[in-house]
């Protein structure tokens, strides 16, 4: 049975341009599948090609969407595909294939490690629903091995046969041409390190602030831009003041398009404290060869030529940020290639339809 045989339906919280979203995205892209978002973002969400069918359920609520798509659920049959990547929504949809409401196969996908990122009331939740509805799911992927080990360990009741490990995919050649177009406001005059993502606390930007601290007196024109909107931007604001760098670290917001930030950057940097797996840092490498992470996932220490620091420490990443900035301490750009020529989304989707279709 090839794809064109059935229907793929992928469905999403909304269309926020966040990672779980566009990997959403690629493998739609791949399949020709259909996507749907239960809330439109507020802001500029995902940049969708008029060729893949997409439909928004609700401006207003997620609940009011989910209501909406429960509905639309009975029309696919049970040799159609549904995708969702977000906890909630895939227990969700497991317990209506569990109960059989919903026929088609069920494909989830990890966004992050739930049981080792959170604690106490918070964790036990998801013990909850991941045991009411992750039990009738047909196909788990997990971004990295480690993420594989602390599903199993948390939820018994699983498989490993059910479980595909799958490192998230990443369309080089397309950040590569977005990384062309000039950035403005007087941006491309400046040196700069650039770094990405939600202002919260698991993207360890106070971190990030006060290791460039430590390397100012080095580079004393160089300034910090973190790319991003999140609930953490007050927080943030009051580090970048305690340690007397409003002239020289700024909040750039939510940006459209990164790329032209992480190509000119004299430096990009991932400081996350813990995350499922940083689609950013693939981005980064697709068009510049001065990159640090911390080992915020599992599967970063395999990535060659970047720097790599543990996660919540300033000092060692502030000695690999001033190791990176030297000329003669950046990645290759043909290994750097090579390892994201094995993320193609392509390989990405067949990966994925291989190992649903396997166990039948």
Known sequence: MTTRERRMIFISLTDAPNGAENVLLMMATQVNGEMYFLKKHAFNGLKISDGIFKRYLSKKTILWGLVKMILLLRKYKKDDVVMSTHPYLNAFFGFLKRIGYL??????RECTSVFTRFTGIKKHIY??????????VDLVVCQTTLMKIQLLDHNKFLSKQNILVQPNPIDFNKIIAKSGQPLINGDAKLDFICSAGRLIPEKGFPILIKAFKLIQHEHPKLKLFLL?????????????????LSDSVFLKGQIDNPAPYFKQAKLCVVSSIKEGFPNVLLEMMSVNSAVVSTLCAGGISEIPSIGKVEVNNVEALAKAMSEKLKDNQHQDPETAMEYLYTRRPEIFAQSILNALYKQN
């Not at 026929?103 to 989830?108: A, D, N, Q, S, T």
């Not at 013990?127 to 009738?136: C, H, N, R, T």
């Not at 953490?232 to 305690?242: G, P, R, V, Y």
């Open 127 to 136: 013990q909850i629903i991941y045991s009411l509805g992750y039990p009738a």
């Open 228 to 244: 991003g909107e999140g609930k953490e931007k007050a927080s943030l604001i009051n580090t970048i003041q305690e340690n007397s």
């Open 103 to 108: 026929r088609p196969k069920l494909i989830v």
